[in-house]
């Protein structure tokens, strides 16, 4: 029995959320900072490449995605492993998506926090002396 097509936007959900916060987010630093460094400094290709897959959100989500469609069993289209090619890179491709969204809303709300943040300071660089030292 083939699931909803919607499924897909769902699925890739956490696939986009799991894959990010490993590559990304601070939580995970120490682990991938080590992984990093083992990524350039191994002399094996297939280790370098091992290591890498926890640096990048993209190579990460294929992997979490495998783990998804393992744990749903969905297919998009056609059922077996033609089902699960499909829907393995379309869920790869939509929770890119939702991350490329996600970071640049991040980085308009970095910028603007940025922004008004130097606008406070003009401000206080604005105001008279007088008026900075008057409960003094």
């Known amino acids: 029995m083939t699931q909803p097509f919607y499924f897909i936007f769902v699925y890739a959900l956490p696939v986009a ?3 990010w916060t490993v590559t990304k987010e601070e939580i995970f630093r120490e682990p991938r900072e080590y992984c990093i460094g083992r990524s350039k400094s191994c002399h094996s290709l297939w ?3 091992f290591f890498y897959i926890f640096t990048c959100e993209y190579c990460f989500s294929h992997y979490v995605t495998i783990v998804m469609l393992i744990i749903t069993n969905y297919t998009l289209i056609f059922e077996g492993w033609r089902g699960y090619l499909i829907s393995g890179f379309s869920i790869v491709w939509i929770a890119n998506v939702y991350m490329s969204l996600y970071n640049l809303i991040r980085i308009d709300l970095k910028k603007n926090k940025i922004l008004a943040e130097k606008e406070e300071i003009i401000k206080e660089k604005e105001r008279p ?3 900075l030292h008057k409960n003094h």
């Open 17 to 19: 959320c799991i894959a």
């Open 47 to 49: 280790k370098r490449k």
């Open 129 to 131: 002396f007088h008026e």
